[in-house]
């Protein structure tokens, strides 16, 4: 036992040899790990670190290979049904043959796509973010634009050819800053809302069947409704006929998953998401229990059959670049339906996603915006176009990414490593896509608790604030959509708000809402600060003396911003001068005074010493009047008034 455990020793030290070598070298300063000697070092991340952080990213996300294969495939791809069939060919032999097909040829397609994004995205923006066809934004594609089997408003090919438009569209935005605009337009207090509401939505996932550990269902005479049974127990509706809470893959999810995990995390133990995932995943692969994730089912059985091969890589054949650019009369209308419809969801969906991920894992700066923010977005608009290449829907970030950052990523090494296992994937897909969903749930509930603790940073006093943002928290769970949810949330926020001006305006405010001072000071972010980095560079070269950036910031968004330090549990900072800017962000917080309000303050006490300076001179003039000592009093007490900068 003692040689045991001295070969372990001897093994831990050569691995914190290799991984010290590591962060000092090259490598690590292009990630700026810790120890490398860059200027702007990330605390505490280390080179073994971050790819376990990759791997935790990668465990929570291996799901959308099957998933989001399946989703899409509903929506027909290729396949054409035969004439003078029903609309979506049920029962058609060939039809389903063809959907097989299509089906593995989404599967490697949805694996490269996410292999690349993420690696590509996590080299050039250091950002421990994953990104990959987004789940909510494949339904949307599926169901709701082309439609189930291609019965919809727009062609497979078309909507494909829309996407890849799209990706350019947002790219012009980005090198514009509309993008960041778009995000800082935002009341902070609704920015905050939407990590809240993100981490309900990982919840509600994490519950559900397609994705968790199926604790519930949707309902049909209520909205949700219990669940817990054996998938042969799922009616026609998708709700549990009989045998409630029954199922002993959701509780081994439960216990293993879940408790188990939260336990080893209590004592911070390394890769206790990563262990949890493993252990039930390997539970649930013998076909001979009662949580077997190969029932002698026909799904079951042809998932085996699929986990068998162990090695097997599937070209892609039926969907890789298949856009229709031929745009002429019907085909014209329908790619500007496919466009605008695209635009407006993916737009809030994808933009709201990377920078809740960004602001979770620490990186927001006091100007409401994260560092390579254009670069970013510019990635994922990248990614976006060559999505529909591989016949897939809008690439996103995804907000799984949230795991592996509550394991410690703090870099793009996270999400580097997560695109690596995706291309190895592709090679070893029957193995990594048999993840069961139960392995996973508990982990994005988890995942949840970390990302809600950020509600305590809303701004609950003031009504205005404080109702959009619950509308926005939780009409992303129920709506099953980051930007339904934000779209809520701002509508109920512009409406209300606007009533409130309007009654204070007219009664020049003399009639205000209670707790009306507590109110967020919200700015458009239009100024000459909130400009890409590109164009600030060009400003300063071409009008150095006029360029005058604005560093003044309301205090309300500082607080905001730095919320996300606290939501991570590891407490280091991204840099060695995160310690002071913090201390700087705090002292600006805890003033609550804005630039308006010190104008304010001056002005009011100008008024008074001016009437102090009336008053001592009349009483000069009548000295029996005014007592000297009085007088004095007065004459000192103007330093008072004068308001503290400090």
């Not at 569209?169 to 509401?197: D, N, S, Y």
């Not at 970013?376 to 690439?395: K, Q, R």
Request: charged share 15%; glycine share 10%; hydrophobic share 45%.
């Amino acid at each position: 036992m003692a040689a045991v455990s001295g070969l372990l020793d001897s093994l831990m030290n050569k691995l914190s040899l290799v991984e010290h070598r590591i962060n000092r070298s090259t490598f690590g300063r292009v990630f700026r790990l810790d120890g490398s000697g860059h200027p702007k070092t990330v605390r505490g991340a280390s080179f073994f670190r971050e790819v376990r952080a990759g791997l935790t990213t990668f465990a929570t996300m291996a799901y959308i290979v099957a998933v989001n294969a399946a989703v899409l495939a509903d929506s027909g791809g290729t396949c054409k049904c035969p004439p003078g069939t029903e609309p979506g060919c049920p029962g058609d032999p060939d039809y389903a043959i063809c959907q097989t097909q299509l089906k593995r040829d989404l599967i490697t397609a949805t694996a490269a796509l996410a292999g690349l994004s993420s690696i590509v995205f996590g080299f050039l923006t250091n950002l421990p973010v994953a990104l990959g066809p987004g789940m909510g934004l494949n339904a949307y594609f599926t169901y709701q634009v082309v439609g189930w089997h291609g019965t919809g408003q727009v062609p497979y090919q078309i909507a494909l050819t829309a996407i890849f438009v799209e990706g350019f569209i947002f790219i012009f935005l980005a090198l514009t800053g509309m993008r960041q605009w778009l995000v800082r337009m935002i009341p902070a207090t609704i920015k905050t809302a939407c990590g809240v509401g993100i981490g309900l939505f990982l919840t509600e996932i994490g519950l559900s069947y397609s994705a968790g550990i199926g604790a519930i269902t949707g309902g049909f005479s209520t909205p949700l409704a219990i669940g817990g049974c054996p998938a042969e127990y799922l009616d026609n509706k998708g709700e549990c006929s009989s045998h409630i809470m029954t199922n002993p893959g959701m509780w081994i999810g439960i216990f293993i998953g879940g408790i188990f995990v939260a336990f080893l995390m209590a004592f911070k133990v390394k890769s206790a998401i990563v262990i949890g995932i493993g252990i039930v995943s390997i539970m649930s692969w013998p076909r001979n229990t009662s949580f077997t994730y190969f029932p002698y089912t026909e799904a079951g059985e042809e998932r085996f059959q699929f986990f068998k091969q162990v090695v097997a890589f599937h070209p892609i054949e039926t969907v890789l670049n298949v856009q229709n650019w031929h745009l002429h009369g019907t085909s014209a209308a329908q790619f500007a339906l496919a466009l605008i419809t695209f635009l407006y969801v993916d737009i809030i969906d994808c933009t709201a996603t990377l920078y809740s991920m960004a602001k979770f894992c620490g990186v927001v700066g006091e100007d409401g915006d994260f560092p390579r923010s254009t670069l970013a977005y510019c990635t994922d608009a990248i990614m976006i176009s060559i999505g529909s290449l591989f016949g897939c829907s809008p690439v996103t970030a995804f907000i799984e990414s949230g795991a592996g950052i509550a394991e410690g990523g703090r870099t793009g090494l996270t999400a580097i490593s997560a695109g690596v296992c995706f291309l190895v994937c592709l090679f070893f897909a029957p193995i990594l896509a048999s993840v069961p969903p139960w392995a996973t749930g508990s982990t994005l509930v988890l995942v949840g608790c970390l990302m809600i603790r950020q509600v305590i940073n809303i701004n609950w006093q003031y009504i205005g604030d404080a109702v959009p943002s619950f509308v926005t928290l939780a009409f992303m769970p129920f709506s099953y959509s980051v930007a339904y949810g934000l779209i809520a949330g701002m509508m109920v926020y512009v409406v209300l708000n606007t009533m409130i001006w309007v009654v204070v305006r007219l009664t020049n405010n003399r009639v205000t809402p209670s707790n009306w001072q507590e109110k967020e000071v919200y700015d458009w972010g239009m100024g000459a600060r909130d400009l890409p980095q590109w164009m600030k560079c060009l400003r300063r070269k071409c009008l150095p003396a006029r360029f005058q950036p604005d560093a003044a910031k309301d205090g309300v968004e500082l607080v905001d911003n730095d919320s996300a330090v606290h939501a991570v549990t590891d407490a280091s900072s991204r840099s060695n001068s995160a310690d002071g800017e913090k201390e700087v962000r705090i002292e600006h917080s805890q003033r609550g005074t804005t630039v308006a309000q010190i104008r304010a303050q001056a002005q009011r006490a100008q008024a008074e010493i001016q009437s102090q300076a009336q008053t001592h001179a009349h009483a000069q003039a009548q000295p029996h009047l005014q007592p000297d000592h009085q007088t004095r009093s007065h004459g000192s007490s103007r330093e008072d008034v004068l308001p503290s900068l400090d």
